[in-house]
């Protein structure tokens, strides 16, 4: 079984920064890609950002400039940088991988539960 965890959300400030991070653990042979999500109430879920193995990153036209995704391969962890954070990103920011488990021959994709960042003065 393969596990997702985030931490680091939580209540900040317009302007401020919080540092999001995912743990997958389990039976993984190997990540190809993981990315964070985020969904705010009544909307649909997006891409904020992902990063390949090969440490290629995709940016929402939303986030480029503020956030920073990296990617530990060696601990199977995921992290987003958030500066200059703004109202309109509250959301629950999910984390999202594409992996192989030992003894599987295809791509899982695997989501976390997920932890909420609100923005709020």
């Known amino acids: 079984q393969v596990q997702l965890v985030e931490s680091g959300g939580g209540l900040v400030q317009p302007g401020g920064s919080l540092r999001l991070s995912c743990a997958a653990s389990?039976?993984?042979?190997?990540?190809?890609?993981m990315g964070w999500y985020r969904q705010a109430l009544g909307k649909q879920r997006e891409l904020v950002a992902s990063?390949?193995?090969?440490?290629?990153?995709n940016y929402a036209d939303s986030v480029k400039g503020r956030f920073t995704v990296s990617s530990d391969n060696a601990r199977n962890s995921l992290y987003l940088h958030m500066n200059s954070l703004e109202p309109a990103d509250s959301a629950v920011y999910c984390c999202?991988?594409?992996?192989?488990?030992?003894?599987?021959?295809?791509?899982?994709?695997?989501w976390g539960r997920g932890t909420l960042v609100t923005v709020t003065s």
């Open positions: 389990g039976s993984i042979y190997t990540i190809y890609t």
């Open positions: 999202n991988a594409d992996l192989v488990r030992y003894g599987d021959f295809g791509v899982m994709n695997c």
């Open positions: 990063v390949t193995s090969g440490g290629a990153t």
